[in-house]
């Protein structure tokens, strides 16, 4: 076997080879701005058009509530800046386990704004406490926003609950979906978000491209001013090449996402199953029902997380210890401290997070090398 084996889909994807083949031409011959009028403008501007139906298509939004950004976290900072206070309604709300690219705007914008930010606690499976949205989204909560899926734990949030608790106060609500478009279905027609984040490179896409759902009637302030591109909403010339690629990535995604999610949870579930069996004291961090696919963050406890990492790596095999955005902190995972773990079990704490190309003789290897690694620790 290879011992090339890649476990950190979280991080980011392999790009598809139709991907890479879809962007190809728009990186060579096929150079218009899509702005422009003639003839090679407009055949830009059709293959925008095109991708903004596919990213739609994906999470069953109309293509005219796409805006295409320059990555996740811009969507994150587009979809928290946005938005304008209206009246007394000025609190923000958000949770203590999100990705830092949703945390850190939206305490910039509180403290630049002097308005009020609550973080909703959790409990110790990663899912907001049942009594925190009564007492913290009332009719002066402005914005909520909530991840749908937890990047380090794979936790799912009740999505539904949220918009709907969020809808009868009439607080403006935003999911940061980068680690469950592609993974889980949405449907933004069912689960009715105000503004939901997506980013191309979590989905075998490239990097560099990711876009922001914002439903229609809802106005948005730019964040990037200039020109008049996506409506106004985020100026600069496209990036046709990366668009068309999160386009592809986004229908292929679509077409395949129960199959792929059926055999990447029977993979993190072998895997699962063989390192606690092997490692009793293993501890699964994360909902053990209302999860993602894909993810699996397991405790070592009397091991260094970064250690063990770094030995599996020696042996080919690519894993984390939490968010990539936080690698080389030297401080555990906010999203384990706030689920309740200490600090030795959090920074005992692998992630584990898998692909549609993985493959049950990786599983078996991964799990033989870290009990090797374990043994000898």
């Not at 973080?119 to 990663?126: F, S």
């Not at 949030?157 to 709907?164: H, S």
């Not at 579930?269 to 993602?292: K, T, Y």
Request: glycine share 8%; aromatic share 2%; proline share 5%.
């Amino acid at each position: 076997m290879s011992t090339a084996i890649y476990l950190d889909h979280s991080a980011t994807t392999p790009m598809h080879p139709e991907v890479r083949e879809a962007m190809l031409p728009w990186l060579g011959e096929a150079w218009g701005n899509p702005s422009s009028l003639h003839r090679h403008g407009r055949a830009a501007r059709h293959a925008v058009d095109t991708a903004r139906d596919q990213v739609a298509a994906l999470i069953g939004a109309d293509s005219r509530e796409i805006i295409f950004t320059g990555s996740g976290t811009e969507a994150n900072n587009l979809a928290i800046h946005g938005p304008r206070l209206r009246g007394a309604r000025n609190r923000i709300v958000t949770t203590a386990v999100e990705h830092h690219a949703v945390l850190h705007p939206a305490r910039r914008r509180a403290e630049r704004e002097g308005l009020p930010l609550d973080l909703l606690p959790v409990d110790a499976e990663g899912r907001i406490a049942p009594n925190a949205l009564d007492t913290a989204i009332d009719e002066n909560a402005m914005l909520v926003s909530a991840m749908l899926v937890n990047n380090e734990t794979g936790t799912l949030q009740d999505g539904a609950t949220l918009a709907a608790h969020c809808q009868d106060v009439g607080a403006i609500f935003h999911s940061d979906a980068v680690q469950a478009a592609g993974r889980i279905p949405i449907n933004v027609r069912n689960l009715p978000v105000s503004l939901l984040s997506i980013s191309a490179h979590k989905l075998q896409g490239p990097k560099g491209i990711g876009a922001l759902y914002v439903r229609r009637g809802l106005r948005l302030d730019a964040q990037v001013v200039g020109g008049p591109q996506e409506s106004g909403r985020r100026a600069g010339t496209e990036n046709v090449a990366a668009i068309v690629g999160f386009g592809r990535a986004c229908a292929l995604a679509a077409a395949r996402l129960d199959d792929v999610a059926r055999r990447v949870s029977s993979l993190r579930d072998q895997l699962e199953h063989e390192v606690c069996a092997a490692f009793p004291a293993a501890i699964v961090n994360g909902h053990p029902l209302h999860r993602a696919p894909h993810i699996l963050n397991l405790s070592f406890p009397g091991h260094d997380g970064e250690s063990l990492m770094l030995a599996l790596d020696a042996q080919g095999i690519a894993v984390s210890t939490g968010s990539a955005c936080t690698a080389g902190s030297l401080d555990p995972s906010h999203v384990l401290l706030a689920m309740g773990l200490d600090h030795a079990h959090a920074q005992a704490a692998l992630r584990f997070s898998l692909g549609p190309d993985n493959t049950e003789d990786e599983v078996r290897y991964v799990v033989q090398t870290l009990c090797a690694i374990l043994g000898r620790v």
